[in-house]
């Protein structure tokens, strides 16, 4: 039998496992043993040379209990990659529905480890009050909660006992009994979370990256789905082109990744195509409405336009292809909204001010270039 410290490429099978639950954990860092058996028990037999791999490697921490694996990447903060709700396929979280997890969170992280709807609305309020929240029993704050509470059992921090936390949605005196676990609770937030007081801070964290900037571009590299020249200085620019066969190495050993480089920027390409919670080009009404706006705003061959010159393409594309699409199509100026977020989240485009710039990695996605080439830049 092969030693668990024995080198990776030593033996073929034992290779594959370790590539397959790094990918794992690169996509869900947070793995419990009673939804993905399977996949805990691989990350729990490579535990120490998983740690090894993040943490010297990315600057990563693994921690694994024994039913949960936890990977807290606290070297780079995504900024476009929000929560998504319990329901399959989850909407992103709105402002209040974070705020309302961040205080179901704060409220249950000492315990008990079963609690009423009723008693943890109260700790709530109390935690809100201290943070300076106003929590009340209008239908939306109800529904944030319910939302907030559905993903924290989704995620197993907490589980429904008896009742279902639903009903608070629509009936303010609903009551539920919650099994709480504090120690999985206590494995969300990242550390940075506790040295930072505003969002701004979190963010400005991540870019502090002089100590490591290795570890911060394998880590942008990986969580972004491009990064671009422009996101380095000249000297990182230069190290990071200097030894991208030794990058190359590494994302292949530990994700089966391939590094793409071009002149605007470098992707980490997953010939596998399941290395991303958002998929592009993907089915869908803003998906496809997505993908049209990019074939006509790059055939225009402008690198950027207004947001009302957007509305009146996508209003234009709504109007050619709306009997395909959902009721979206019949409201172009959230339509567009959707659509560019979609778009930022790839860093298709970017947004300063009134103007909408196509980024580089846009171009691939032209007609012809997708019918020629498979390429991301």
């Known amino acids: 039998m092969t030693s668990d410290t024995a080198p990776a490429s030593a033996d073929p099978h034992r290779a594959l ?3 397959a639950a790094a990918r794992h954990l690169a996509v869900r860092p947070l793995v419990l043993s009673e939804s993905d058996p399977d996949r805990f028990r691989l990350i729990r037999r490579y535990e120490h040379e998983l ?49 309302m997890l961040a205080l179901a969170l704060a409220a249950v992280a000492a315990g008990p480890s079963v609690i009423s709807l009723r008693d943890l609305l109260h700790e709530i309020r109390s935690a809100a009050t201290e943070a300076g929240v106003t929590v009340t029993e209008a239908t ?72 490591s900037s290795r570890a911060w571009m394998r880590s942008a590299l990986l969580e972004e789905p491009v990064l671009y020249r422009s996101d380095l200085a000249d ?28 002149a605007e920027g470098v992707a980490a390409i997953d010939p596998e195509d ?8 993907r089915g869908g009404t803003v998906a496809h409405a997505a993908l049209l706006l990019i074939d006509r705003l790059t055939a225009s061959g402008s690198p950027s336009v207004t947001r009302n010159e957007v509305v009146e393409n996508v209003a234009s594309l709504a109007g050619e292809h709306g009997r395909y699409w959902s009721q979206r199509a019949e409201d172009p100026e ?21 103007t909408v710039w196509l980024l580089p990695a846009a171009w691939r996605y032209k007609a012809d270039v997708r019918i020629e080439q498979g390429s991301l830049l």
């Open 51 to 99: 740690d090894r791999w993040f943490t010297q490697r990315f600057g990563y921490r693994l921690e694994v209990t024994a039913d949960t694996a936890r990977l807290f990447k606290s070297t780079v903060a995504v900024r476009r990659r929000a929560l998504r709700t319990a329901a399959d396929p989850g909407r992103t979280f709105s402002v209040r529905e974070y705020t």
């Open 140 to 211: 939306s704050d109800r529904r944030a909660l319910v939302a907030a509470l559905k993903w924290m059992i989704r995620h197993g921090a907490a589980s429904e006992a008896h009742d279902r936390v639903d009903r608070y949605a629509t009936d303010s005196g609903a009551d539920a009994v919650l099994c709480i676990r504090p120690d999985r609770v206590a494995l969300l937030p990242l550390p940075a979370l506790a040295r930072s007081e505003t969002v701004e801070d979190l963010l400005d964290r991540s870019e502090q990256r002089q100590s």
């Open 274 to 281: 399941g290395m991303t919670d958002s998929r592009f080009p």
């Open 17 to 19: 496992d370790l590539r």
């Open 235 to 262: 000297d990182e620019w230069t190290e990071l082109r200097r030894r991208l066969g030794e990058e190359s190495a590494i994302f292949d050993e530990m994700f089966g990744l391939r590094l793409e480089a071009r």
């Open 334 to 354: 959230c339509l567009t909204d959707t659509v560019l977020e979609l778009l930022g989240d790839h860093r298709l485009t970017d947004i300063r001010g009134e």
